[in-house]
């Protein structure tokens, strides 16, 4: 293997795209790292200057390979290995995403929301108007 080519699966391990390996070895399998379009394999390996785009949904990131490289690193070392070509239009999709919070979420699925909570004790508290009507003891 030469200097200037790596796997990909180590590549974004080694670039802390992913936590581990196989979180990236996983991805390449589901088809969520494309190079130019096309899926890749874990296997495959890459080059100085290629985009590599990672779709974590909501939204598809987009990294140049600056360094390749199989051996994880620290932080701070980051800019020199990979830089974001991720389009702002992608962070904004990212936010939006972020400000909408549970207003998607389906009802009756999760928790309650407060509104939801309070209604619920408003019924459970309630005593029905025609219960008053009646006298349960039953020993008359």
């Not at 979180?23 to 390449?28: G, L, N, Q, V």
């Not at 890459?46 to 390749?68: A, L, N």
């Not at 909408?100 to 389906?106: E, L, T, V």
């Not at 509104?115 to 020993?139: C, G, Q």
């Amino acid at each position: 293997m030469a200097a200037n080519e790596a796997r990909i699966d180590k590549w974004l391990w080694a670039a802390r795209i992913y936590k581990t390996r196989s979180m990236a070895t996983a991805a390449c399998k589901k088809g969520q790292i494309c190079i130019g379009g096309v899926q890749m394999k874990p296997s495959r390996m890459v080059h100085v200057g290629e985009v590599v785009d990672v779709r974590k949904p909501p939204i598809t990131y987009s990294f140049r390979i600056k360094q390749t490289i199989e051996k994880r690193v620290g932080a701070r070392l980051l800019p020199e290995i990979l830089e974001n070509v991720t389009p702002p239009e992608q962070f904004e999709i990212l936010e939006m995403s972020r400000i909408s919070g549970f207003i998607d979420r389906a009802r009756g699925t999760g928790r309650p929301t407060k509104k939801e909570r309070r209604a619920l004790d408003d019924f459970t508290e309630a005593t029905p108007e025609f219960y008053s009507d009646f006298d349960f003891d039953m020993e008359e």
